[in-house]
């Protein structure tokens, strides 16, 4: 990454990555590989006190948080380049970034990124050339699903705040139910939307939504969301981030480790 960077332009062409933003990208990167993935195991305690001692240090670090005085760690230590999988690339895209924010113009900036990234590693040998290949595609996947989902969850964060989710013979009466959770797409037609959530048996909606904005949905998508029935109708009160298809798996899908008897 250091590198990389280093070989960035000083003073960029227009058009170019900026020094800045592939800094701020890359430490994001760090963030997400230390914090979320896989390629840091959880810590094993020998015994009681260790555990005891490891809760201590653990509210200490949310004191220092809440005054603020906390950096976040983005030291890799040694790890080693092979031990970065597509996969990584896809859920920093596509789940982590996009849950921090909805700036499309920043989203396509760490795409860009990434994409050159990839490209100097492949340049200085460092990949085989179906490793590369591999990154390249998932990139090329996950890249336009991002984007489309932030315009997703940024046209509907307005949509909810403007009250453009209650029809006029709805307003002023109660809600008879909450639903919230993170609620899979499962039906689009052109009136609405249909979704599951994990802790529900059911089917919720239909939940009504302009043309424009279902054009931008699609079949998986899931949404970070609270919606309430007001009458018998659907209506979406609140909304967060909203995630592509293609960085969730299905529970069926996932296949779990043999029991051997």
Not at 49 to 69: C, K, P, R, T
Not at 188 to 206: K, L, R, S, V
Request: aromatic share 10%; with cysteine.
């Amino acid at each position: 990454m250091d590198q990389f960077i280093k070989r960035l332009p000083a003073v960029s062409k227009p058009g170019a990555i900026k020094n800045e933003m592939a800094e701020q990208c890359l430490e994001m990167l760090c963030q997400y590989l230390i914090h979320f993935s896989d390629l840091f195991q959880d810590i094993e305690f020998a015994d009681e006190n260790e555990f005891a001692e490891w809760e201590e240090n653990l509210e200490s670090h949310m004191v220092d948080l809440l005054e603020g005085d906390v950096e976040p760690s983005s030291d890799l230590g040694r790890l080693p380049l092979d031990a970065l999988d597509p996969e990584h690339v896809r859920d920093f895209l596509g789940w982590f970034v996009v849950r921090e924010t909805s700036d499309i113009d920043l989203i396509q900036g760490y795409a860009a990124v990434l994409q050159q990234w990839i490209e100097f590693i492949h340049t200085q040998g460092w990949w085989k050339k179906n490793e590369y290949i591999d990154f390249v595609e998932i990139m090329a996947e996950v890249t336009p699903a991002a984007e489309r989902v932030a315009r997703v969850a940024r046209v509907l964060f307005h949509f909810v705040r403007s009250g453009g989710g209650i029809a006029p013979r709805l307003r002023g009466k109660r809600f008879s139910r909450f639903v919230e959770g993170h609620g899979r797409v499962n039906t689009i037609d052109d009136a609405g939307i249909t979704m599951d959530f994990d802790a529900q048996d059911e089917i919720i909606g239909p939940l009504l939504l302009p043309k424009v904005i279902l054009d931008l949905i699609e079949t998986g998508d899931v949404f970070d969301v609270e919606l309430g029935l007001r009458g018998d109708t659907w209506v979406m009160v609140d909304i967060g981030p909203v995630y592509p298809a293609c960085v969730y798996v299905e529970v069926e899908e996932y296949q779990g480790l043999e029991k051997l008897s």
